[in-house]
Every structure is written in C-alpha cells, then in structure tokens.
Nanobody, 123 residues
C-alpha cells in the first residue's frame, strides 16, 4: 500500500557530486521522519542523515559539511545532496521513512525502506 522509490545513484569521480531522491507513494496520511542509510560491502547498514517532519536534521560525522538532506513535504519526497564525494562513500544507499497510512478505514504506522541505489565513487 505504501512504497518508496529511489533514484539518482551512479558512478562519480572523487570530489564529484550526486543527488539522491526518494518519493513515497500510496494511501499516505502523513510522512514523519525520513532518512538515508548506506551499506558498504562487508559492513553494517549505517545512518547517513535524517530529517524530521519539522525540518530538523541529523548527520553522521563522516558526511557533515559534505552532504545535505532536505525534503519536499508536498511531494512526500526526501533528497540527499552529496558533494565532495570520497571513495569511502561508495555503498548502496537506502531511503527510510516512518509513514502513517490508511488501511481498512483506519490509520496505521509503519517503517518503510526503499529498494536501494548504488553509489560508486571511483576514478
């Protein structure tokens, strides 16, 4: 009933930029916190950045000053602008959102994940 669709990954040289997008769709009542996580080969999934419905943001120390998270609440979409990319940023990036949605005439809440998008930083 609800899905997250990501876009914007790819191959970029060190120092380059990419912008990821993630749009939520379905019988949505409200989208609460949204965030981006990443998982590199052989490593655990880690939080990159998140943003509340009120616009408060939080970043991993490793991306502070380089990445910017933002959202368009009217479009139920979250973005991740990634600048000054480094090889260690290479990972699959996943969108996450806490969503209240309609089901059977009542409101329910759940945590949703996108399918993941590959970001590769290499020369």
């Amino acid at each position: 009933q609800v899905q997250l669709v990501e876009s914007g990954g790819g191959l970029v040289q060190p120092g380059g930029s990419l912008r990821l997008s993630c749009a939520a769709s379905g019988r949505i009542f409200s989208v609460n916190a949204m965030g981006w996580y990443r998982q590199a080969p052989g490593k655990q999934r880690e939080l990159v950045a998140d943003i509340t419905s009120g616009g408060n943001t939080n970043y991993a120390d490793s991306v502070k000053g380089r990445f910017t998270i933002s959202r368009d609440s009217a479009k139920n979409t979250v973005y991740l602008q990634m600048n000054s990319l480094k090889p260690e940023d290479t990972a699959v990036y996943y969108c996450n959102a806490a969503i209240t949605y309609w089901s059977g005439g009542s409101l329910k809440q759940n945590d949703y994940w996108g399918q993941g998008t590959q970001v590769t930083v290499s020369s």
